[in-house]
């Protein structure tokens, strides 16, 4: 027979670690009431599989979760007008894909976690709170079940966390500047600023913040926000 | 404690704990021991089936050369992941395309028929309207028992379609059912395992259609 690909990989020792620290995230952010938005611009059908999964749990008596694919064009703009802070965006595509990438990058400003399955060459290092990868370079590798297996031992760890209450507490407030009580937060621009100021969302919902000194932004820059000013532009990813 | 069936798995679970270091190695340590049982299944479940593989892959290729098409479908995970199969004969990333679709993709025609004549018959009433002796169906299910699969099967089989069935568990009403021309069965009880392994034999039979017929070229 035909020596398949991707087929007699096991999982590493890192990938498994991946994947519990995943599916405690996933199981933290579910227990303080997010919901999970799911997508995949080139293998939609994981994204409809991802929410099935966690809506209609394959073994009876678990509890159904919120999760939903996004499917279709203009994603970005699916996902900014869904995501409530404190949700979890999860992706199945590859490292290149635009859609994906800047959705990746603004889901800080939405308050989002994010998880990104994929394979191939691997997304630059932060790219996603949690990335989940095959680094087998075969372009066929979304169909032979690899990812399948992925979100569903991601189920069945989330739901294994949910044994442990005691450790689903919400956790501790995030560090902050010590001289002015804030932090460097990612913000993105909701519409152009007019007067030094602009309307601009951010983990912690939409806020005025001064922009004098980066001016002009115009709606769906990546800002950085600090003591209510805008201190700088995130550079445009090329093609988006 | 909660009266979960893995309780066994984890006999420290206590919700008064407060270290999460343990619950992510043993987390970590549960994905090990999945993954790898995933991995012996996909293996024996390959093995098993090799024969009959290849009668399905040769049957399939014959059938694309002289002009027939395919139609997936299943319900929920398995509806997508036949999806994802539809996806890799129509829009294969290496390789020749050949015409398949799922007939899950369109919801006013599923959700019309499932008002109208009921769920049993979303995928039958498809094959009707579209299907020609020539053609292809697979329904991917976990049970083999679905009636909307059994029912898309029977109306296939008076249309003069090639029929293949996944299944798990011991096979269901798919095996040795008349109107199922390949049933390929994943021994397994699993949900989750059952359809990882689905998942590795739809890619399989796909390269093999693609690899035992020139008239197709190699994938």
């Not at chain 1, 031992?153 to 294994?160: A, G, P, Y």
């Not at chain 2, 340590?29 to 399905?56: F, I, P, V």
Request: net charge negative; glycine share 10%; with cysteine.
């Amino acid at each position: 027979m035909t020596t398949v690909t991707a087929i007699d990989r096991g999982l590493s020792a890192e990938l498994a670690e991946d994947l519990a620290a995943a599916a405690f995230t996933l199981a933290k952010r579910f227990a303080a009431g997010a919901t999970m938005w799911s997508i995949a611009p080139s293998w939609e059908p994981h994204a409809l599989h991802i929410a099935v999964e966690f809506v209609h749990p394959v073994i009876m008596g678990k509890r159904a979760l919120p999760a939903v694919a996004l499917t279709g064009p203009a994603l970005v703009d699916q996902v900014r007008i869904s995501v409530q802070p404190g949700d979890i965006v999860v992706a199945v595509a590859s490292a290149h894909n635009a859609q994906v990438r800047s959705v990746m990058r603004r889901s800080p400003a939405w308050g989002a976690t994010t998880i990104w399955i994929g394979g191939g060459e691997r997304p630059e290092s932060g790219m996603a709170d949690h990335v989940l990868w095959l680094d087998d370079p075969d372009p066929r590798v979304p169909a032979t079940g690899g990812f399948v297996l992925f979100y569903h031992l991601l189920w069945e760890l989330t739901h294994v966390c949910f044994e442990h209450s005691g450790l689903l507490k919400p956790e501790g407030a995030e560090p902050v500047c010590v001289t002015c009580s804030d932090e460097g937060r990612l913000g993105e621009v909701v519409s152009a600023s007019t007067g030094g100021q602009a309307p601009v969302r951010t983990a912690r919902g939409v806020e005025d913040v001064v922009t004098t000194l980066i001016d002009p932004v115009g709606a769906g820059e990546l800002v950085l926000v600090h003591a209510g000013t805008a201190i700088s532009k995130l550079e445009e990813e090329e093609g988006l | 404690m909660s009266d979960e069936p893995t309780n066994f798995l984890y006999p420290f679970i206590d919700a008064q704990e407060d270290d999460a270091a343990s619950l992510l190695a043993d987390l970590a340590a549960s994905a090990q021991a999945k993954a790898t049982e995933s991995l012996a299944l996909r293996h024996s479940t390959l093995q098993l089936n090799a024969d009959l593989l290849n009668r399905a892959a040769a049957e399939m290729a014959r059938r694309f050369a002289a002009g027939g098409r395919l139609f997936t479908f299943g319900n929920g995970g398995s509806c997508t992941d036949s999806t994802t199969l539809a996806g890799l004969f129509a829009r294969p990333p290496i390789g020749k395309p050949v015409p398949a679709w799922s007939l899950t993709a369109d919801q006013a025609i599923v959700t019309a028929l499932g008002n109208d004549v009921g769920f049993e018959l979303v995928f039958a009433r498809q094959l009707i309207a579209r299907a020609k002796a020539g053609d292809i169906a697979i329904a991917m299910s976990t049970s083999g028992n679905s009636p909307n699969l059994l029912a898309a099967f029977a109306e296939a089989r008076q249309r003069g379609l090639y029929t293949i069935g996944f299944a798990g568990y011991d096979g269901g009403a798919f095996a040795n059912n008349p109107n199922v021309d390949a049933c390929f069965v994943v021994r397994s009880q699993s949900v989750h395992r059952i359809q990882e392994s689905q998942a590795l034999l739809g890619y399989q039979l796909w390269l093999m259609v693609h690899s035992g017929d020139q008239a197709l070229g190699a994938a």
